[in-house]
């Protein structure tokens, strides 16, 4: 009887050696679920910021708490240098700074009788509801993030910033990569979720990348499935497949952020496009290969 050929590492099969591929009734249920997204977006209509009389809302009727959190996230992951707050390798900035500038003192918080700039008590309303955990709170001193009176806040993914090098991720291995990421056709997999300009400039270069970002992001499976909050726009209309034990097998590094994002540097600041095995759409339809 001829043997099998050995295994890959980072290969899918489970502890019978059978292919631990996404079941039928998984790929039917994902399918739906993208099939009921598309028909609640199309029910509810686009969302846009206008009124009713289709005009575009001042900055004052828009949710004050998305204005903060955009704010937040902007300062914490691309303009802390040019905004002058002092940013840690960790991503940590002391929380009092981030408030001292202007671009949170613009946003206003409604009271009955007026307005206030927003506090740390409406930060901590963020981080707490932030439906995708985008960022982190921790007390420490005056220096970081330890024992002591101040509190700390950074991002816990999507940073331009450079100097931004010690976050808490877990690297992904070829032991590990189970434990994190699903199994499809023999490969561990996770997807980068785009638009279709986008996935055309991706055709031409030949290559996803990182742009300005120190990371190409990756969500762990599609919008909506369980254990996926974070990783791609509900927006995107390209969804690209990665062959992520395959990348790592051929020495690309990938981690996994605190929720649950699959961040890689690259090579070079470039993921291959021959890493990418398909293409759907956002409706579950294939467009590529």
């Known amino acids: 009887m001829q043997e099998d050929a050995p295994l890959e590492p980072g290969s899918c099969v489970n502890a019978s050696g059978d292919h ?21 977006k199309a029910e509810a209509g686009k969302q846009t910021d206008k009124e009713p009389s289709g005009k575009p809302k001042s900055a004052r009727a828009i949710d004050p708490y998305v204005q903060l959190s955009k704010a937040l996230a902007y300062l914490l992951r691309h303009g802390a240098e040019k905004e002058h707050l002092d940013v840690r390798d960790d991503g940590y900035i002391r929380a009092d700074t981030v408030l001292l500038r202007p671009k949170i003192h613009k946003v206003l918080i409604p009271l009955q009788d007026g307005m206030r700039a927003p506090g740390l008590e409406d930060v901590r309303a963020i ?132 929720n649950g994002v699959i961040l890689t540097p690259g090579q070079r600041g470039e993921l291959p496009l021959a890493y990418v095995t398909q293409v759907h759409d956002e409706k579950g339809s294939g467009v590529w290969p």
């Open 20 to 40: 631990a591929e996404r079941s039928r009734d998984q790929a039917r249920q994902w399918k739906k679920e993208r099939k009921l997204q598309a028909q609640r």
């Open 127 to 258: 981080v707490d509801g932030n439906d995708k955990k985008r960022f982190e709170l921790a007390s420490g001193s005056e220096t970081g993030p330890g024992e002591g009176p101040y509190t700390w806040i950074r991002a816990v993914q999507g940073h331009s910033l450079r100097q931004v090098t010690e976050l808490d991720h877990t690297p992904l291995t070829l032991d590990n990569v189970d434990k994190y990421l699903a199994c499809m056709d023999e490969m561990y997999y996770a997807i980068h979720g785009t638009d279709t300009d986008a996935w055309d400039a991706i055709q031409e270069s030949g290559a996803l990348r990182r742009m300005t970002r120190n990371h190409i992001h990756l969500a762990r499976g599609l919008p909506g499935a369980s254990g996926v909050i974070s990783g791609m726009r509900k927006s995107c209309t390209r969804l690209l497949y990665v062959n992520v034990s395959a990348a790592m097998r051929d020495g690309i590094p990938f981690v996994v952020s605190s």
